[in-house]
């Protein structure tokens, strides 16, 4: 790729320092999918209702079999290439609509009601593992058998929230660890608490990163950010009581766009109620209300000080990122970035990211990261250097 900055050619950049590019040939795209993903929330698949997917630039079909449980296959039949989501569901099997061939869960045909010598044997589509787990479904798009499905104890709390939203932007314009934005991207409705944020250092872990911050004078924030698409935030109010937990995954739809799950998880049912109400709107009304909001913002035909003077509490969070992150640059002008000290958080990710990337390039092992059982430190006051 050549790219012009201030008049000046540079050249090409090796392919491992491209994070944006996520469809199967590509590193970040093939480094995805050695991990789960999450791709839809499981309670808006309900059974025999298939659905077309498109995620990491793949298209298929998702559905609930008779017995409750979710398939993944082809997205299209192999008969004549027809979309097979309009098709039925019998059992756990699905039909396809145009003449009736059927495939079972693992993508093998095993109807065609129109061959008198049928040849169902001969013909397969694609399938892939699934699993639901945290009220998302899961999917694993690698090669070869998947590794088991991470699991996150300390989310599965009694109350839980699941939300997912689409955002127009790379994914990887959405993969936190930005702590500077929040005093301005989210601050500008009280100015004067804005100051000049102090950026912590991150480390690397067997997981993926630690990144510890107060976020305000009341709550400390502690992200680990998983590799290579995942972050589990928890707020601390001091001294050191949780209130909430969020795991989020930035999946790519494709290079250009994304999709966030997020799950919360809540210590009490005051809380989870609290939060709820906080909403006003359903969680999809919400999304796509903070999107328009935001695109008028990109227009010019709204300010975000509008928006904070007609709406309230998290809507504007969420149209304030909507408008930073759709607002970026295209993927292709990435490295005309001037990033500083205050990124110092996302350098040091991009690092590992580049060092993964290459060592998949050229052949070499991959760092096994390992999730531990819990992800809590023990006191995240003391970390902070907080006395109370
Ligand atoms: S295209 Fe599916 S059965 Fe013919």
Not at 71 to 76: I, L
Not at 248 to 272: K, L
Not at 273 to 293: P, V
Not at 350 to 366: H, K, T, V, Y
Request: hydrophobic share 35%; with cysteine.
């Amino acid at each position: 790729m050549t790219i012009i900055e201030h008049g000046r050619h540079q050249t090409s950049y090796p392919e491992w320092t491209d994070f944006c590019s996520i469809g199967p040939d590509a590193l970040m795209g093939r480094w995805l999918r050695t991990f789960w993903q999450p791709i839809y929330v499981a309670a808006d698949l309900p059974v025999a209702y298939p659905k077309p997917i498109k995620m990491l630039d793949q298209q298929f079909t998702l559905y609930r079999g008779r017995s409750g449980d979710p398939h993944a296959v082809g997205f299209r039949c192999a008969h004549r290439r027809t979309q097979l989501s309009p098709g039925w569901v019998e059992g756990e099997n699905i039909r396809c609509i145009f003449h009736g061939w059927m495939y079972d869960p693992e993508g093998q045909c095993v109807d065609q009601p129109a061959e008198p010598e049928p040849f169902h044997a001969e013909i397969r589509i694609p399938a892939f593992p699934v699993e639901e787990y945290l009220g998302l479904i899961f999917v694993y798009l690698g090669d070869g058998p998947p590794p088991p499905l991470q699991r996150f104890p300390d989310v599965e709390a009694p109350f839980m929230a699941v939300d997912t939203k689409y955002r127009e932007t790379s994914f990887y314009n959405h993969l936190a660890l930005d702590r500077a934005h929040v005093n301005f991207t989210h601050f500008h409705r009280a100015p004067e608490a804005r100051g000049r944020p102090t950026v912590p250092d991150a480390e690397e872990t067997e997981w993926g990163m630690n990144y510890v911050y107060e976020a305000d004078s009341k709550t400390d924030k502690v992200t680990y950010f998983g590799m290579p698409n995942v972050t589990a935030e928890m707020n601390f109010t001091r001294p050191g009581r949780r209130a909430e937990t969020q795991l989020r995954w930035r999946v790519p739809i494709d290079d250009e766009t994304h999709r966030d799950f997020t799950v919360r998880g809540f210590p009490s049912e005051a809380e989870y109620e609290s939060w709820h109400q906080s909403r006003g709107t359903t969680q999809q009304e919400h999304n796509e209300k903070a999107r328009e909001l935001a695109r008028l913002i990109l227009a010019g035909e709204l300010r975000i000080e509008d928006v904070t003077r007609m709406e309230k509490g998290n809507l504007v969070g969420n149209t304030e990122d909507n408008v930073t992150q759709v607002g970026m640059m295209p993927n292709s002008e990435r490295r005309l970035e001037h990033l500083g000290q205050g990124d110092k958080p996302l350098i040091f990710r991009n690092g590992i990211f580049e060092r993964e990337l290459r060592a998949l390039s050229e052949g070499r092992e991959l760092k096994p990261w390992y999730r531990p059982e819990r992800l809590e430190f023990d006191n995240v006051s003391k970390f902070l250097g907080h006395t109370s």
